[in-house]
């Protein structure tokens, strides 16, 4: 298992961190994520009143003993969680203004974490997203799974249009179970589209986190002549003076990461805005501490 | 504007450099692959209107302080003389205005506006590296190389004169001089818009324009007026006629303040007569004042001559009235009509009693060709209008600037004189009278009085008229509009018309109201004639000099130029006469050209009006530029330095953030 997008230093350091899910996953085997299924688990919830129809082999005795009244006690169940990484292979990730290109860098991420998911045990999966092609890899929690996994992302050449959101309008369709959907896009698509994909991943009630990957050059936009700007994804070309339309420019892209990060919180979904010249060690150890519950830190 | 380091203007081009550089940086753009084409897009669109529009100004500011610069270097010189857009010059013409108005002084302690120009042309032609300069004086009116301009005001052809000037035939012989003249030339006029000098009126302007416009190279005209913002003060005194009556010299005078004076003021004026002087104070009670000088001549006195002085003021030139006198000369007059009330009645008026040298003869209208000579100031011609023999003899009288009046015949006539005949007789109404509506105040025999006093015309009452019709000047009119008194003026005489006559059964014109004051006025004309040979105007023929005559200066008042006798008033000895030479009664008239007319007498050239303030201190028409030009090459390059400041960001948005 060696891949170059794969630091195991990293991981060995990062192990000891979990990645928890902020919302209660249905896996299909006991894990160490919260169900939203009460039942007959080690972990007492609450009691309630019995109503008719209760089961009743749910019934408190010793309360009912005690109390002379009907209690029903409830169960939290832990489970597994699934994961989907959904890596945006676009043109526009193949950017590099001197950093890394975006692809490399959600390489790394989805590797990364993909690793650390099921090294405790959680499913990994893999979905790649272009207007032409959407490559999936279903999850699964075999450590052999995880090579199959790396393979797809190591051979993963961006091309072409974004295909980002019906990908994502799939995905929320396909999983019929709660799941840790991470997306990995520069996001550049239509925002209103973008915030209707992600309500749709809400309503399935997915756990979502967003990496939203930006070249440094792309935000700091800073040239010192004109420059013949090719598109990634159609191959249009316009030539512009940087000098001349910085400010223009820098104000569009604010707009428009305010307006993704606005819609990503409406979404109820973890937002991270990552330059490609991040180091990867901070930006994993914070992504996962962030994710742990109050009550375990 | 010229630069008189014009080679540098090549450096100008220098201006351009920036945009080249901005062209060619824009075709040596670097390929980039780029993601978020989105947002370029949006912003190149969104550039396009001020950024662009800044853009251009901080390439307008470079290119303008490069071409500053270069023009700094070309040693720009202004001259307002000049104006902007005047390359080098090889010629000037120079029509210098030397005429008497040209002396006054535009403030107190200055020089005089001809001083003044002429030290500001000086300064002007040094500074435009001294091309070749021609004068065309307003007195001599002939192009005079002028070797080099320091000399300028040491001339004898720019001095003082009391003449006036011509300005059409000026800029005929300007345009006449540039015929010949290779190279870019330029006419300069130095002029104080003296409406007088400058005929706005006169037709010769139209050639003028033409031969200037016909020149292979159109001269730009300059035209320097030192406006006088006021000026010194100044009185003007002008003879307005002289004659001799018995043993006294009757002069009509003329004291006349500038348009701004106010307030009654005492002058002194100074007579003197053969070498003897006397002074009396005179009150002007207004701007002018005409009166009349009796000067009584020494016992048997033939001729002489002398001068009444004012003292010096704003104007020097324009203080002085010279006169001079011959034999008295016995003032005759001849009637034509037959005998009756109205030959008494005129016999009356040309001759009263106790005018001694007066005198007048009836004459048959068929004798009349027998007793007519040149020596006659006046004929009165009461009869049917003259053919034949005594048409010609009348005709020659004309000609010597004889003066005729003529009376209605009495009856409907078709015969014609000067093209002129009388209407058939025209009664008044029963019990009504023709009365005089309209007459000439200010001209004519009919004018006012030298004290303003009106004549008393409308008492006259006329039962009977006749109208004179014919090509002629009314200077009255009867009530219904018809002509009672005309002039036809001939070649050097006068022929007057008048309709009615002092008879009883015509009119009451006999009663001296009317009649008295017509005739003797017209008969002073006619006498002024024989004293007209003793005085004359500057330029006219009879201050010329006749083959053979030397001109003699003989009075005593000033400093007179030899090299400018021709041009400067005095008293003058020409062979065996004596003439004493006044300066033009236009020269005293203070209408200046307006904008208008000179636009009109100039249509069609390009001129430049400069008109200065003569108190303005400094004596130069043009002066170096170019530090202004410094001045805005530091300007461009500061605006240029504030248009490339960086805009001020704000900080209150991340540029990256995580959440």
Known sequence: ????????????????????????????????????????????????????GDD??????????????????????????????VVDASGSMNFSGGAPPKIEFARRIAASL????????DAAGLSICTDKLH??????????????????????????????????????????????????????????????????????????SVFHLMDPLEIGFQFDSPRRFVDLEDGTAIVAEPNLIADEYKSALHEFLATVRAKTHDANADYQLVTTDTPLEPLLRDFLTARLPKSKH | MIFLSPLFLWFVAAAAVPIAIHLLNKRRHKTIPWAAMSFLLKATRESRGKKKLRHILILTCRALALAALALAAARPVASGLLGWGAGRLDTVVLILDRSASMEAKPGDGLASQRELVLEKVKKTLADLGSPRLVLIDSASASPTDVPSPDTLAELSSTAATDSEADFPRLLSKAAEFLTETSGRSEVWIASDLQSSNWHPADERWAAARASLSSLPKVPAIRILSLTQNGGASNTSLRLISSRRSGDELLLDLELLRDE????????????????????????????????????????????????????????????????????????????VSAEGEAAQYLALAAAPPGFGEQSVERVEPDQFSAVVTNDLSLILWNAPLPDGAAAESLNRYLSAGGQVLFFPPGQASSESFLEHKWSAPVEAASGKFLILKDWNHADGPMRDGIDGTSLPAERMKAIRCQIPQGDSAPLARWEDGEPFLTRRVTDRGIAWFIGSKPDYTWSNLGDADVLLPVVQRILELG?????????????????????????????????PDPANAAYESGVYRLGSRVVAV??????????????????????????????????????????????????????????????????????????????
């Open chain 1, 1 to 52: 298992m060696s891949h170059s997008f794969l630091d195991h230093d990293l991981l060995s350091r990062l192990g000891s961190l979990p990645l928890e899910a902020r919302s209660p996953m249905m896996g299909n085997v006991a894990g160490r994520h919260r169900s939203p299924h009460h039942g007959s688990s080690v972990e007492f919830a609450e009691y309630r009143k019995y109503v008719p």
């Open chain 1, 56 to 85: 009743t082999r749910r019934l408190d005795w010793k309360a009912f003993a005690r109390s002379d009244r009907f209690y029903i006690k409830e169960f939290e169940a832990d489970t597994n969680l699934r994961a989907y990484f």
């Open chain 1, 114 to 121: 993909a690793y650390l998911l099921v090294n405790q045990g």
């Open chain 1, 135 to 208: 490559l999936e890899v279903p999850p699964s929690r075999r450590p052999a799974h995880l090579e199959r996994l790396f393979t797809t992302l190591e051979a993963l050449q961006p091309s072409g249009e974004t295909g980002l959101i019906p990908a994502l309008h799939t995905i929320a369709e396909k999983i019929g179970q709660r799941a840790f959907v991470v997306i990995l896009s520069d996001l550049f698509t239509d925002s209103s589209e973008l915030a209707d994909a992600l309500q749709h991943l809400r309503y399935r009630k997915h756990d979502i």
């Open chain 2, 260 to 335: 701004n004076a106010r307030g009654t003021i005492s002058i002194p004026v100074t007579s003197s007569l053969n070498g003897a002087r006397t002074t009396e104070l005179l009150t002007v009670p207004g701007q002018s004042l005409r009166f009349q000088k009796r000067v009584t001549l020494p016992e048997g006195s033939e001729s002489g001559y002398g001068h009444l002085s004012i003292p010096a003021d704003g104007n020097p030139r324009d203080n002085v009235a010279f006169f001079a006198y011959g034999p008295a000369m016995p003032v005759r007059s001849v009637i």
């Open chain 2, 527 to 559: 006498a002024a004639r024989f004293d007209a040979s003793h005085t004359a105007e500057i330029g006219s023929d009879a201050a010329a000099l006749l083959p053979g005559e030397i001109r003699e200066r003989i009075d005593d008042y000033g400093t």
């Open chain 2, 582 to 659: 006044n300066r033009p009664a236009a020269e005293d008239a203070p209408e200046l050209l307006t904008r208008d007319e000179l636009d009109d007498v100039l249509e069609g050239t390009s001129y430049t009006l400069l008109e200065q303030a003569g108190q303005a201190t400094t004596a130069d028409l043009s002066r170096d530029l170019w530090m202004p030009f410094l001045i805005a090459v530091l300007a461009f390059l500061i605006f240029e330095a504030i248009l490339c400041l960086p805009k001020k960001r704000d900080r209150s948005t991340p540029l990256a953030a995580t959440s």
